[in-house]
């Protein structure tokens, strides 16, 4: 034969466009949906997992050690109940701890979360592999008003340094609630980490009793507005309640003592966590979904495999007489079988490529907002071995699909012979 066998199978899908681009269609978004499901759930794990590195220890309020986690590194949720300044100052002089940095939430400026922390907390925070807390411009908070913004929130609000802000009694959208007598200035932009950070404006924990000064029945006092700067400076500004605390140890082989010491801790419930366990904790309360997603994903992939299948049977009593004229022309049957095994082969191949392309490109335009919004960065989502591997996977099952109606116009071919069906 002139033509090869695989050159004749591809001339013979663009005969057949309209229903080799369904099926190829079909292939390409069940892939695309399998790989999604995948690479979302490492890249969401790796995400989570470089969010805080070098703490030792979180501690917090008694309220599961998932929930203190959500809160306090990933900002999602509210803590039911606070640590007293006591239990902290407690906390801070164990001579197991090297260093600690209290934090506060509770608050918000346009959306985004105020956290009210000092200077241990650019000095100690680590994300990533140990990565500490960059300035891109200006430094951290020194004066009672200023406030410190992470990189998604000047580039979200286009806020550079020295612009005024005023922040949110809780997470509303502002209005009545705004402490609009108590504005802040921006004296610091961090550098871009993936983390939450980039969308969490820090202030200091003075600043963050300032505020307050007022509002102690939760809504504000109009005796309030009375008060001036210098007044407000004035008075002792030490917090009486923290949202939490990361601790870092002196010897990291002493955490699983100082955790029960801390959970034991009589003056005071207090809850410690290792960050570590306390995300595979979380992923295993996910991994049933997780499991779940992927078997659907899976099962997609499957009914896609299954229109190649379709697509080419129902087309077989169609081609029979294309199938008597390669006979005629010199076509063996182990030609007419090969013929349909490589048609089945380029559907299931196209289709896979495509569909790994795809999920490249929606991961290019999602994983921006993602970040922008939650504050995750999706880590390892470009082209890797599971793409590899599920296009060959994908690859072989369409070739070993394509058995069934090769095999069928096999025997077709062998009955009909060098006659052409009309």
């Given amino acids: 034969m002139g033509v090869s066998i695989f050159g004749l199978a591809w001339r013979s899908l663009m005969n ?252 005071e419930p207090l809850l410690a966590i290792i960050p570590g366990q306390a995300l595979a904790e979380l992923w295993q309360v996910m991994s049933t979904a997780e499991r779940v997603l992927l078997a659907i994903s899976a099962f997609v992939i499957a009914v896609g495999l299954v229109s190649i299948l379709t697509s080419i049977l129902t087309s077989l009593n169609e081609r029979r007489r294309e199938m008597s004229i390669l006979r005629a022309t010199g076509a063996r049957p182990a030609h007419i079988f090969t013929l349909l095994i490589a048609e089945a082969t380029f559907l299931g191949l196209i289709g896979a490529v495509l569909g790994a392309l795809l999920i490249q490109l929606i991961f290019a335009i999602a994983a921006p907002i993602l970040s922008a919004q939650y504050g995750v960065a999706l880590m390892g989502t470009g082209p890797g071995l599971v793409d590899i591997y599920t296009i060959g996977a994908v690859t072989f099952a369409a070739l070993f699909l394509g058995i069934w109606p090769a095999m069928t116009a096999l025997r077709r071919s062998l009955a009909d012979g060098l006659t052409v069906k009309v």
């Avoid at 100690?124 to 411009?137: D, I, T």
């Avoid at 700067?229 to 939490?244: C, G, H, K, N, Q």
């Fill in 16 to 267: 057949r466009k309209v229903s080799a681009l369904l099926t190829v269609f079909a292939i390409a978004l069940s892939v695309a949906l399998f790989l999604g499901v995948e690479k979302a759930r490492n890249a969401a794990k790796s995400g989570f997992d470089n969010t805080i590195s070098g703490t030792d220890l979180i501690v917090g309020a008694p309220s599961g050690q998932v929930n203190l986690l959500l809160y306090s590194v990933f900002r999602l949720g509210n803590a039911t109940a606070e640590i007293s300044w006591e239990a902290f100052e407690n906390l801070d002089a164990r001579d197991d701890v090297a260093w600690t940095v209290p934090i506060s939430l509770g608050d918000s400026h346009r959306g985004f979360r105020v956290l009210g922390t000092n200077l241990n907390y650019f000095e100690h925070y680590k994300y990533g592999q140990k990565q500490a807390l960059a300035f891109a411009e200006g430094q951290e908070f020194d004066d009672l008003f200023d406030a410190v913004i992470g990189a998604d929130v000047a580039r979200t609000l286009n806020y550079d340094l020295g612009t005024p802000l005023v922040i949110t009694h809780g997470l509303g959208a502002g209005g009545l609630s705004d402490h609009e007598n108590r504005p802040f200035r921006v004296t610091g932009i961090l550098r871009p980490t993936g983390t939450p950070v980039d969308q969490t404006i820090h202030i200091s924990l003075e600043a963050m009793t300032a505020i307050h000064v007022g509002w102690e029945s939760g809504t504000k006092n109009p005796l309030a507005d009375t008060l001036t700067e210098d007044t407000i400076r004035s008075f002792d500004l030490t917090p009486r309640t923290v949202t939490a605390a990361f601790v870092g140890l002196e010897n990291r082989a002493t955490v699983l003592r100082t955790r029960r010491d801390i959970n034991t801790n009589r003056s």
